[in-house]
């Protein structure tokens, strides 16, 4: 039961978040905290990296909500690449998949979040 | 505890779980769960399925205990036909933790978190009662064994 970040910047308003584990009701406030965070830094673009989330319940969903609508509100966007088959079926089944842009790979994020430049 | 030791499931056997009701136990609970729920006939996206649920009906809890101490008891019981899990709680009616900004943010979005976890209870097993009392709330999540 862990979850682990790493952050990479492929431009100075974008921001890749790679998430890899469990994102609980335990877990979900790190990730609450590294969202703001780039909020605060003046981060437009959050790109969150779901390939390695082998878990996610409505707490993490909550946060992502959370980041989307405060980056949203900021004029930024936050969108999610590659969830597996689990994840995937966990934004179908609430309806989230048409609230969050997801792609499926990281540079089909870039290219049309215009974050490539 | 397993009331009985058989490796197939012929009758009901019972399986009884206890713990703080607190962030970082309901992983464990997950993961005690992941190996009952192996016992059933159930495919690994069924087994994942009741692993979600029963988180959500922990975290349901948790978020309703705040920083108060509280236990969540974990009853499962297993037979040929169906998987039972009794998620209860000793958090009274009414207790509700502070309001984080998080939650704002979701109110403002339209969003309820605890109405996501209760949906994606219902969704995922096939039985569902929620009975909330001055004592605690208890959950019966029901997921059948396939025909």
């Known amino acids: 039961m862990n979850l682990t970040m790493n952050s990479r910047t492929p431009s100075e308003t974008t921001c890749i978040l790679d998430i890899a584990g469990e994102v609980d009701v335990y877990t979900s406030p790190q990730l609450k905290h590294d969202l703001v965070q780039m909020a605060e830094r003046g981060v437009k673009q959050i790109i969150v990296n779901l390939s390695q989330v082998e878990y996610l319940d409505s707490t993490g969903l909550g946060v992502l909500i959370g980041g989307l609508k405060r980056m949203r509100e900021a004029g930024g966007n936050l969108t999610l690449v590659g969830p597996g088959m689990r994840i995937q079926r966990i934004f179908e089944i609430t309806g989230l998949n048409k609230i969050f842009e997801i792609y499926e790979t990281e540079e089909e994020a870039l290219a049309k979040e215009g974050g490539a430049e | ?147």
């Open chain 2, 1 to 147: 505890m397993i009331d009985s030791p058989t490796e197939t499931v012929l009758h009901s056997e019972t399986v009884h779980l206890v713990i703080p009701c607190r962030p970082e136990y309901v992983g464990v609970a997950r993961l005690a769960i992941l190996g009952i729920a192996s016992r059933m006939p159930f495919s690994y996206d069924e087994v994942e399925d009741v692993r979600l649920a029963v988180g959500e009906a922990c975290t349901h809890a948790v978020e309703r205990a705040g920083a108060a101490a509280a236990t969540i008891r974990i009853v499962s019981t297993i037979n040929s036909h169906a998987l039972k899990i009794e998620v209860s709680d000793d958090i009274p009616a009414g207790s509700i933790a502070v309001l984080s900004e998080e939650s704002r943010l979701l109110k403002e979005a339209g969003v309820d978190q605890q109405g996501l976890g209760a949906l994606l209870m219902e969704i995922l097993v096939d039985d569902v009662t929620v009975d909330t009392t001055s004592t605690g709330t208890h959950v019966v999540l029901t997921k059948y064994a396939p025909d």
